[in-house]
């Protein structure tokens, strides 16, 4: 099996849709570093920092350890770990990491691969974006990360699980008749929409189908919000902001805080709503906390 295989083969837990992205994070952590530093050991102490704070911005609500992935990843065989007495991991506590003096990278024979061919790290992270997250956060985890990806250089690797439906997009923004369904935004640069993109409810990481009841049209802001759980769908088709988001000033609170509570702009009708089972796996893996109560008019 080569590199890139590997990469979309990860042995994950997984259940009913939850995410668990606790590998492929810590694995695009470390492609940044490789970049970077070469063949440099990833203390644990730092890892653990720094993974939290990706879990804590990338991963699902619920509270996680980053842990897991310092000690599993061992075993899909493109990671190593060292302690102060000699080669492998104490387990996965994190007490035990941290009293061993535990540190991770890269297998010898994956960094050694990397080097003869550098376009390889680019063709991996790729993958571990596109297999777990959507695109719209694809540069913000790179940059969080320290990864350096040239587009001409990392073309979308094909994968055995499925395609994607290159109509999506023009479903489901005619289906809301191309205006964002939070804030009613609908331009356009000459005869095209610009700033509007069809976003997934369920992510299609995580087989959420390219149909327009699984699809909402968006603003870009909107979007990016959306995907980062600071906004949801709720019953009624009403819009969701999470208690965790704060705006401090006027454009904030008109564009984002104020949304609290909003029906939804279309679709229109004879148009598929958002099915209860897709908002229902986005309020469990993306969005963050409680949502606030609707602003009284």
Not at 128 to 143: A, I, R, T, V, Y
Not at 155 to 183: G, H, N, Q, S, W
Not at 189 to 207: I, S
Not at 259 to 274: D, E, I, M
Request: charged letters at 25%; proline letters at 8%.
């Amino acid at each position: 099996m080569g590199w890139v295989e590997r990469m979309a083969t990860l042995r994950q837990w997984s259940r009913n849709g939850v995410r668990a992205p606790h590998k492929p994070l810590l694995l695009l952590y470390a492609l940044g570093r490789f970049q970077r530093d070469g063949d440099g050991e990833l203390a644990d102490t730092a890892v653990e920092r720094d993974l939290q704070a990706l879990l804590a911005e990338y991963g699902p609500p619920h509270r996680t350890t980053p842990a897991y992935p310092f000690h599993h990843l061992v075993g899909d065989g493109v990671w190593e770990v060292r302690t102060r007495h000699g080669a492998g991991s104490p387990g996965t506590g994190v007490t035990e990491l941290r009293a061993s003096g535990a540190a991770g990278r890269l297998s010898p024979e994956l960094r050694a691969a990397l080097r003869r061919e550098p376009s390889l790290l680019a063709r991996m992270a790729r993958v571990l974006l596109d297999l777990h997250f959507p695109p719209s956060l694809h540069g913000d985890l790179c940059e969080a990360v320290g990864l350096e990806l040239e587009p001409a250089e990392t073309p979308r690797i094909a994968t055995a699980r499925r395609r994607r439906d290159p109509a999506m997009r023009e479903k489901v923004l005619t289906a809301y008749e191309y205006r964002c369904a939070f804030c009613g935004y609908d331009g356009c640069l000459g005869a095209l929409p610009v700033g509007l993109e069809a976003a997934h409810v369920r992510w299609w990481a995580f087989d959420g189908p390219d149909e327009v009841e699984n699809g909402l049209c968006l603003c870009s802001l909107h979007h990016k919000l959306f995907d980062k759980g600071v906004l949801g769908v709720g019953d009624g088709h009403r819009v969701l902001v999470s208690q965790h988001f704060v705006g401090r000033g006027p454009v904030a609170r008109a564009h984002v805080t104020e949304l609290a509570g909003r029906p939804l702009t279309g679709p229109q009708p004879g148009a598929p709503t958002v099915a209860e089972a897709h908002r229902s796996w986005h309020w469990a893996q993306v969005f963050r906390g409680d949502p606030r109560t609707a602003p009284v008019a």
